[in-house]
């Protein structure tokens, strides 16, 4: 087993921080109090290849493999103050770039990959609805078959980049209005522009304000049926065998925050004092700081471990289950841990933490919350129904 980074991901790791400190995040504080996309970073990081990097190099990508763009993405979160931005992106790439590039067909992927990549076309994941949120199997949003088109009809809630997105990843059921089973879902890729789709509101939220989050509206839009993803009926399949890469890749860059709140913690651990000393004397500040670090090095390791898996195309459901329960519950920890090392520092708005913490409190919902990844790691685990109970049907 070698732990060490190869000398490319090195240079990396260190090109992707600085580009990350010197050119994104420069008014995160406005953007954020405006809830406001940050269009011009979003082409930035087009420009320096971040929308194309697990993307193969004929479609416009960087075609790094799957350990190297975690490794990528980790760096993009530690050097970008912009969480939101972050988020953005990887709801572009692991929401949207991924179901094409493992379930594309080679025309939907020459269709759509190299404007991703160039940051003109951006994607969305369009799966929950406002009565399906981790019950994915009671989403109501339907396509009718009609020739050679598919006619979609519902509605889709807190959709990450909608406002903001091109072209969508859409689950809807194909089969009957209440059959629950698993091949009653479909997966679609649908541009905006299409009559009958529009974006009915957006969400203002606690954190990640960056991003914009909206509804979306499906009123008889017609969808060709060549941009079906798979067959007929195989939504749900491409959803689960997909959504691993969304639950570990996405909380990569949550690892790079957690690295700067660390860092961020131990210089006014130094640098405060009281009492006559700095607080980092003081044992319930300094193990506040050893505990940022513990969760820091194994939230690496687990995510890494994912990373390497999937470069050697293996499964890895179980690992990232793992990965997104604990990096995103060690982050909210952490990031509150630096609120209270900083004291009213750390609440003020000014240095950013309470940002930080507002924007980490997302992490246990969105790629399904933690209750029910414990839940699917249970059954995973072998123990019959610890997620579905009595309801047919796992969730997400
Ligand atoms: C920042 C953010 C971004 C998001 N982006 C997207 C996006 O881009 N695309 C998209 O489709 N969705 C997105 N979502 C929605 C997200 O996927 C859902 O919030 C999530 O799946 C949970 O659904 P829900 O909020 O309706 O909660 P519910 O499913 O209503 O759950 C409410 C509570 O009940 C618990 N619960 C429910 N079922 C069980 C169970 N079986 N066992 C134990 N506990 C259970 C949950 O853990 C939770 O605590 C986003 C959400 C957030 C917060």
Redesign the pocket.
């Known amino acids: 087993m070698d732990f060490e980074l190869t000398p490319e991901q090195r240079t990396l790791r260190a090109e992707t921080i600085a580009f990350a400190r010197r050119e994104l995040g420069k008014d995160i504080a406005e953007a954020d109090r405006d809830s406001r996309f940050p269009a011009e970073d979003w082409a930035r990081c087009a420009a320096f290849g971040v929308l194309g990097w697990p993307v193969p190099a004929r479609y416009g990508g960087r075609d790094l493999d799957p350990l190297s763009t975690m490794i990528a993405l980790e760096a993009l979160g530690y050097g970008c103050a912009d969480n939101g931005l972050v988020f953005a992106v990887n709801?572009h790439l692991w929401?949207c770039a991924i179901y094409l590039l493992t379930h594309g067909t080679e025309q939907q992927k020459a269709r759509y990959l190299p404007s991703m990549c160039e940051g003109r076309l951006i994607g969305?994941?369009?799966?929950?609805e406002p009565d399906a949120?981790?019950?994915i199997l009671s989403l109501r949003t339907t396509a009718r078959r009609d020739g050679d088109r598919y006619v979609l009809n519902g509605t889709?809630w807190?959709?990450?980049n909608a406002p903001a997105a091109g072209l969508f990843v859409v689950l809807a059921r194909t089969g009957h209005d209440h059959n629950r089973t698993q091949d009653s879902l479909s997966a679609f890729l649908v541009t905006t522009g299409l009559p009958g789709l529009h974006i009915s509101r957006t969400f203002t939220?606690m954190g990640?304000r960056t991003t914009p989050?909206g509804a979306i509206e499906f009123d008889d839009v017609s969808v060709p049926a060549e941009n079906l993803l798979g067959r007929e009926g195989a939504g749900y399949s491409i959803f689960t065998s997909t959504i691993e890469w969304e639950r570990s890749f996405m909380f990569a860059g949550q690892v790079g925050a957690m690295e700067r709140l660390l860092e961020a913690s131990i210089e006014h651990a130094n640098s405060r004092r009281q009492f006559g000393r700095p607080i980092g004397g003081f044992q319930a500040v300094a193990h506040r700081i050893a505990d940022m670090k513990i969760r820091l090095e194994l939230a690496r390791l687990i995510l890494y471990r994912v990373g390497w898996l999937k470069r050697e195309s293996r499964i890895a459901l179980l690992d990232s289950t793992i990965a997104k329960i604990f990096v995103s519950e060690s982050l909210v920890q952490t990031a509150m841990a630096a609120v209270e090392v900083h004291g009213a520092r750390g609440y003020v708005t000014d240095p950013g933490l309470e940002r930080e913490l507002r924007d980490a409190l997302?992490g246990p919902?969105?790629?399904?919350?933690?209750?029910?990844q414990r839940?699917i790691l249970a059954e995973l685990l072998g123990v019959r129904g610890a997620?579905?109970?009595e309801f047919s049907g796992p969730?997400?």
């Open positions: 709801n929401g969305a994941h369009a799966l929950s949120g981790s019950d889709k807190f959709i990450s939220k990640l989050m997302g919902i969105f790629a399904g919350t933690s209750a029910v839940g997620l579905s109970g969730g997400w």
